[in-house]
């Protein structure tokens, strides 16, 4: 490369230890010269103990940062970081456009939360009570009593049943492919 775009800060792709997307950024955050912009979404998912709310990164061991290409030893160094994304010895930048679109698509905080609101026809797992981990199809909102009617197969017949709208979780959702 020559010195001219070595000098220019651009975005490239960094790839971080497993799991460890918000701790590579923060470490890269501390960086003079160093913008980082690491997408997460947020999303519920029934569990054991319930509906319960999971933020995660948009792409898994993967953020994106602003640099010199000078800075690459220092950058690769950082906590959490395993690397920059590269191709034999081209260490291929990221358009800025790329990096506008995926940020107009995100919040303040560079979160995407993904609303829990049901519709009759989705499909959901009961997160809680005694149907808890059960799959039902909405067939009514009730919206005054925050109530939802559910049709779900129990003991080998279709039932229909009121649920609270707390309770349900919609399912196959894949938060990052909005």
Not at 123 to 135: K, L, N, P, Q, S
Request: proline residues 6%.
């Amino acid at each position: 490369m020559s010195d001219a775009s070595e000098a220019a800060p651009a975005w490239f792709c960094v790839r971080s230890q497993i799991k460890h997307e918000h701790i590579a950024a923060g470490h890269l955050r501390q960086l003079p010269g160093v913008d980082v912009f690491c997408p997460r979404v947020r999303f519920q998912r029934a569990t054991r103990r319930g509906k319960i709310w999971f933020n995660e990164a948009m792409f898994p061991n993967y953020l994106f940062a602003r640099f010199e290409l000078r800075d690459l030893r220092i950058i690769q160094a950082a906590h959490g970081v395993a690397g920059v994304i590269h191709f034999g010895d081209y260490f291929a930048p990221v358009p800025d456009e790329v990096i506008i679109d995926l940020r107009t698509r995100l919040d303040e905080t560079d979160l995407k939360v993904f609303p829990d609101a049901v519709q009759p026809g989705d499909e959901v797992v009961i997160a809680d009570g005694t149907f808890m981990g059960i799959t039902a199809v909405v067939q009514r909102l009730m919206p005054a009593k925050d109530r939802v009617r559910v049709l779900l197969e129990f003991l080998g017949r279709p039932v229909e049943t009121e649920l609270a709208s707390g309770s349900l979780v919609k399912t196959g959702i894949n938060p990052r492919l909005d």
